[in-house]
Nanobody, 130 residues
Framework: QVQLAESGGGVVEPGGSLSLSCAATPATYTTYCLGWFRQAPGKNREVVAQITNIGAKLYSDSVKGRFIVSRENGRNTLHMEMTNLKPEETAVYFC????????????????????????WGQGILVNVSS
């Protein structure tokens, strides 16, 4: 079983920057897409950015030009650099992994483009406030 662990959240002022990381263990476990989702209070979880194992990236329109997603395949690690953060982006940010399975879809799986995210981290809080 692959486990995901996020790090790097915290409090940042509006307009500031913050970096998030996610480590998938064991590092040798093959993950296809890796992605970031977020869930603000009272709202549904939404995709923020995703990246396939060959580097194809997809961003939500709201973060294009401000967030950069990257991954280190050898270490099975996902990163996201966030700049010019806005108060409305305060949320719990979740790391997610596509394990390559294409059988019956689990109830908590989310499909975005070519990716099917089935494994989730615990989430980490990003609080954008002054």
């Amino acid at each position: 079983q692959v486990q995901l662990a996020e790090s790097g959240g915290g409090v940042v002022e509006p307009g500031g920057s913050l970096s998030l990381s996610c480590a998938a263990t064991p590092a040798t476990y093959t993950t296809y897409c890796l992605g970031w989702f977020r869930q603000a209070p009272g709202k549904n979880r939404e995709v923020v950015a995703q990246i396939t194992n060959i580097g194809a990236k997809l961003y939500s329109d709201s973060v294009k030009g401000r967030f950069i997603v990257s991954r280190e395949n050898g270490r099975n690690t996902l990163h996201m650099e966030m700049t010019n953060l806005k108060p409305e982006e305060t949320a719990v940010y979740f790391c997610a992994a596509d394990l390559g399975r294409r059988g019956p879809r689990p109830s908590d799986a989310v499909v975005t483009g070519p990716c099917r995210f089935e494994r989730w981290g615990q989430g980490i809080l990003v609080n954008v406030s002054s």
